[in-house]
């Protein structure tokens, strides 16, 4: 085991933030934030929002009558329980509501809700989920993804922060890491590489970047200092305008992985 890898062995001094980069928690508050526009691809025309509070789902459905006119239908959805695969499960009731014309003077009383079916929502990976649900006795299941409006600009630049993780079956140094840094982010095209300065020298991960409605992704290879070589497999990855967060699992043979998050600021 090269110094420089028992040096990334010390990163994460913090468990309870970590998970491998291809799973979700069971607990919905540390799971993949589900917020995005979610569709079928091979089904353009329809969909549902979703927006995530704590552990509850506010979907709003898109879609068509009997007689092809828009419809709307809200669900709220609540955090039931995970499979054995590991895939959370959230379900409620679905509602049709009514009120006031939109351009005259809006009368909240007026509104009224129908209870009209239930919705059960099945997420199985971070941009992947199963959304069964009924209305007035008709049952629909479709499988559904993030949609993709812009590739995210704000992922390049520099970030100041920590990369906090585990690691197993690494030469005798598993358990939790942690160390602070700066992630450098550069791309050209689906080319991505990000280069993570630490104390202990410098891990370069590279390859190739993809979009998935909120979410980044990047599947490719780590070389760092002390000629440390691995694969690596980056989820989650959203920037803006102040910062960056990410969720990081890295593979380097002989049973030894990593996982973990990485979070800075922009500087």
Known sequence: MSSAHLMLRRFLYFAGAVLAA?????????????????????ESGWGVNIAQQAEVL??????????????????????????????????????????????????????????SGSATLTVTAISNAT????????????????????????VVGNFFGALVGQASGCGGTGGAFAADGTMNIT???????FEFQFSGGVCTFAGSYTQSGRMGSLAGTATCTGSVRGTVSLEEIEANGSGLTLRYSGDYGNGCRESGRFGGVRQ
């Not at 959304?131 to 479709?142: F, M």
């Not at 791309?187 to 590489?193: C, F, H, V």
């Open 187 to 193: 791309r050209s095209g689906t080319n991505a590489s």
């Open 131 to 154: 959304l069964d649900y009924t209305v007035n006795g008709v049952a629909v299941s479709k499988q559904i993804t993030r949609q993709t409006w812009r590739d995210n600009p704000s």
């Open 22 to 42: 291809t799973t979700l928690l069971v607990t919905p508050a540390r799971a993949t934030d589900l917020s995005d526009l979610w569709w079928n691809p091979n």
């Open 58 to 115: 506010y979907l709003t459905f898109y879609v068509y009558d009997p007689a092809r006119a828009p419809t709307w239908f809200v669900a709220i959805l609540y955090y039931k329980s995970a499979t054995p695969a590991g895939a959370l499960v959230f379900d409620g009731r679905l509602y049709r509501t009514s009120g006031p014309w939109f351009g005259g003077a809006f009368n909240s009383p007026s509104v009224a809700t129908t209870d």
